[in-house]
């Protein structure tokens, strides 16, 4: 194998997920006449039931034994309000989605109208401090709480940038002073024990040729493969070792098919679509601007002692 094929592989350095795409890869499978490409370890639990259904002990032993999993994940019956379970689901994604929008809206607005906030309450009763800082009332307690993160980042990306730094111009009190090095203490070294070496060569790459093109491929991903080429033809001491694997990644929450990386597309708004929302978004935010300005007022006055009701300075 070349140098820049090495340089291209982006395989994962996790030995359990190489062992995943081993058995999650396509084969092909004779179904009803026609070949279809099919999830190598779907394939081999249809095989397992069809030889099991033809009365094959080793068959049905197998078979048994991932039954014994099934139930002990309680997920040999299945569900009947799977369906209105995954609704449920949606409506709370949703609603979370939609205060999250709502808790940013009115965040970004109460930053817009801090300032004449503070102008008012100066004038009518007196300085203020840590004005900077307080949050509307309508968004404390339990809410800030549980949107706290969203909250902070949503705020320091609203905060006014020094144009003198960016890409390539660091803050001045960060920037490495001259004759320091950037790293003291230097270049970890490197530990070379026999655990290390060992998982260093699961993750080694190997030329497969596949379809008379050479391919990079992981060493424990080539050996899951060969395993399980001798489990579907029938060979017990692999299929017993399959199951272990299947168990293996089972417990780590790893069985499930290796996510593909998707690009996602943006929805494709027209000028009179576009013009629409923008105009529901202006009389949502002219609608909430009392509301808000009042909450943040009674934040502030609250933070620094005085009294809503409390009557202004002459």
């Keep these: 194998m070349s140098t820049q094929a090495a340089a291209h592989i982006k395989a994962s350095k996790n030995p359990l997920d190489q062992a995943r795409q081993a058995l999650y890869r396509k084969v092909d499978v004779k179904s009803h006449g026609s070949v279809q490409k099919q999830p190598w370890i779907l394939a081999y639990f249809s095989q397992i039931n069809t030889e099991a259904a033809k009365g094959d002990v080793k068959a049905i032993g197998e078979q048994r034994r991932f039954m014994q999993r099934l139930d002990g994940r ?28 709502c808790v940013k809206m009115v965040v970004g607005l109460s930053e817009r109208l801090r300032p004449h906030v503070i102008a008012e309450i100066e004038r009518d009763y007196g300085p203020v401090r840590g004005a900077d800082h307080v949050l509307p009332d309508l968004i404390s307690g339990p809410i800030y709480e549980l949107y706290r993160a969203e909250i902070d980042s949503f705020r320091k990306c609203l905060r006014p940038r020094d144009p003198a730094v960016g890409y390539g111009r660091p803050p001045v009190h960060s920037q490495i002073r001259k004759g320091q090095s950037g790293n003291p203490s230097g270049r970890p070294k490197r530990q070379d024990d026999a655990w290390s070496a060992f998982r260093a060569g699961l993750v080694k790459c190997v030329a497969v040729t596949i379809d008379g093109t050479p391919v990079p491929k992981t060493t424990v991903y080539v050996s899951c493969v060969q395993l399980c080429q001798q489990a579907i033809k029938g060979d017990a001491a692999a299929r017993r070792l399959v199951r272990d694997l299947i168990g293996m990644l089972d417990d780590k929450g790893l069985l499930s098919p290796p996510e593909k990386r998707r690009r996602k597309r943006r929805p494709s708004l027209t000028i009179g679509r576009h013009e629409e929302l923008l105009e529901l978004v202006v009389e949502a935010i002219r609608e909430m601007i009392p509301d808000v300005w009042d909450s943040l007022k009674r934040a502030i006055l609250k933070r620094n002692g005085f009294s809503t009701d409390a009557p202004a300075m002459a």
């Design 74 to 101: 309680g997920a040999l019956l299945e569900s009947s309000n799977k369906t209105e379970l995954t609704a449920i689901q949606k409506r709370e994604q949703e609603h979370d989605r939609d205060t999250k929008a």
